[in-house]
């Protein structure tokens, strides 16, 4: 009985990340990361925004004024920063700096992502694995 339990959870996880997953696909706004391993997981999970990474040696004022350059005013854009101590540092450091510049931030992916994943993971690189790991308490993906 445990078992079931673990599977219909780890079913139920799965089929909401997949369902965050297919809208971020769908949105026409470019996703800030952290740095490359966040932007090769997302790629591995299919996603085709465009995808900007924080972490290249700049500083979060020049990325956003990047970004603000890029976007224009009132331009949107995703924020997918690790939501372990460090991500929510550069989170509020860049919705303080976009607020200022006239942009606006969607964090809603990045809260989902967190609640669901708990204290599972903490960093967008480790969602492909966490998936893989969902799909095999389910029995997905096994030959």
Known sequence: MNRNKNVSYSLRISEEIHTILDKLSSSPYPILVEGLRDKKALRKLNIPNEIIIINKGHS????????????????????????????????????????????????????????????????????????????????????
């Open 60 to 143: 979060i004022v020049k990325v956003v004024d990047d970004l603000s350059h890029l976007l224009g005013p009132k331009g949107k854009f995703i924020i997918l920063t690790d939501w372990d101590r460090t991500g929510g540092n550069l989170y509020r450091l860049i919705k303080d700096h976009s607020t200022s510049c006239d942009l606006i931030m969607d964090n809603n992916f990045r809260k989902k992502l967190s609640f669901l994943t708990k204290n599972e993971i903490q960093c967008v690189e480790h969602l492909p694995k966490f998936l893989d790991n969902l799909n095999l308490n389910t029995g997905a993906n096994q030959d």
